[in-house]
């Protein structure tokens, strides 16, 4: 043995310990295709959980296009999924995604608070982008709210879709407003009765029955019969002739109102 | 290397294949904590892809990976003592301490039965520049050349460094060896 392979020597070439398994799966993305509302909708996710998503017809039906922009947003290497991860396929079929575990390290403190708070929308209800605001402590920054939901990199599990203007336009979306209002008609918002009640300046509908004011897709707002449906323009209109705020879908006063 | 400059994402899929042990092993042994090393290599192997990505073929051709990867890793290192020294981490106190090596304690008993030191331990307690070299050297494996392209130093500082770090490593050891069963480890320095 010459005088270099001594204990210590040997020692120390035995402190070398493999990297753990999974350690790669620190670095790299993984994507799968999986069905979605409108179509097939590509979907990126590292171990944080899920940090990417587009519908097919956003990067022309091709993963080399979903790949490419994903690798141009996230500067992160991205290989095919063996299978969705846990807890996606369920949040696609019931619409709702608050169990998913997202990976939005890239997002401000307040962008991620307005994905959380549009999170929370139930399948087939919309909200106006100052409910959002109002969630998330910031009433007066319906604005930043909208550039927030702009650069949402989770649509559709993330419902941006469900969050509209308060003069009842659909507004803007990542996919653009025919996705929207087609996502919405999926989900069975009755988008012909909203924007019939919107055109009578109608944004609020309250019952008589029960007392409360709701948004129009509420669910408590589409049990009320027309006998004792009373619709208004504001909330602060509804609350001055006695009504109280769905416990539901609690409608908060619209910005600048 | 061939391979990064055809197809980047399956090209770092192999690079991480063939360099994971040698850069982890790095990081295990210059920093001492398990799950310190797991973050320092996977930001590592982030940051090389990252530049990767802005690297063109000739460029990817000439690296020399295992010494590019770890002088990244050593940056890192570097960057993440530094930041945690700015902002002290706190509330530490509930979560159970990190063990240095999780890894199976029957094996790890033998290994240090065989040799009768706690070696990982020992390394802790060399100056940065000595553990950091005698590391490379002797748990990671790479040349006195490949060391100095690493640390961008000369061969000699690399060599001088390796030696005055062994010879350290064996007064801590006869140290230790003498209080074998106390866990008081007072090293006269």
């Known amino acids: ?257 | 290397m061939a391979a990064l400059g055809d197809d980047l994402d399956a090209g770092f899929v192999q690079l991480f294949g063939a360099h994971r042990q040698v850069v982890f092993s790095t990081a295990l042994r210059v920093c001492g904590r398990w799950a310190d090393a797991e973050d320092l290599t996977a930001e590592a192997f982030l940051r090389a892809y990252r530049a990767l990505c802005g690297y063109d073929r000739e460029r990817i051709a000439a690296l020399q990976p295992r010494a590019w990867l770890l002088t990244i890793l050593l940056n890192v290192w570097r960057n993440s003592r530094r930041s945690a020294v700015r902002r002290p981490q706190v509330a530490p106190l509930q979560q159970a301490p990190d063990t240095a090596d999780p890894r199976g304690s029957v094996e790890l008993m033998a290994e240090r039965r065989e040799t009768g030191l706690e070696l990982a331990g020992l390394l802790a307690q060399l100056p940065e520049d000595q553990r950091v070299a005698v590391v490379l050297r002797h748990v990671s494996g790479l040349s006195i050349a490949e060391i100095a392209t690493v640390l961008s130093c000369p061969e000699g500082t690399v060599k001088s460094h390796i030696s005055r770090g062994l010879r350290r490593l064996r007064r801590l050891c006869s140290t230790q060896a003498l209080q074998a069963p106390s866990d008081v480890q007072e090293v006269p320095e």
């Open chain 1, 1 to 257: 043995m010459s005088p270099d392979r001594d204990a210590l020597i040997t020692g120390l070439a035995a402190l070398a310990a493999d990297a753990p398994e999974g350690l790669l799966d620190r670095v790299v993305a993984r994507w799968i295709s999986v069905a979605g509302p409108m179509g097939p909708l590509y979907v990126a996710f590292t171990d944080h959980g899920v940090a990417y998503v587009r519908i097919g017809q956003a990067v022309g039906d091709s993963a080399e296009a979903f790949a490419a922009s994903f690798r141009e947003r996230f500067a992160r290497p991205l290989l095919t999924a063996d299978r969705p991860p846990a807890g996606l396929l369920p949040a696609l079929r019931a619409g709702r995604a608050t169990d998913l575990r997202f990976d939005l390290r890239g997002l401000t403190a307040f962008e991620q608070a307005v994905l959380g708070a549009a999170l929370t929308i139930p399948k087939g209800e919309m909200r106006p982008y100052s409910w959002i605001a109002h969630q998330v402590g910031r009433p007066r920054a319906v604005r930043a709210v909208g550039s927030a939901l702009g650069r949402n990199p989770v649509p559709v599990l993330v419902p941006c879709h469900r969050v509209v203007r308060s003069d009842g336009e659909t507004g803007d979306y990542v996919f653009g407003p025919n996705a929207k209002r087609h996502l919405l008609d999926t989900e069975g918002v009755n988008l012909s009765l909203v924007d019939e009640l919107a055109r009578r300046g109608v944004h609020y509908l309250a019952s008589d029955t029960t007392g409360v004011v709701c948004y129009p897709t509420c669910p408590n707002a589409r049990r009320i019969t027309p006998a004792h449906r009373h619709g208004f323009r504001t909330v602060e209109q509804a609350a001055r002739a006695g009504y109280r705020p769905c416990l539901h879908c609690r409608p908060v006063p619209a910005a600048g109102a």
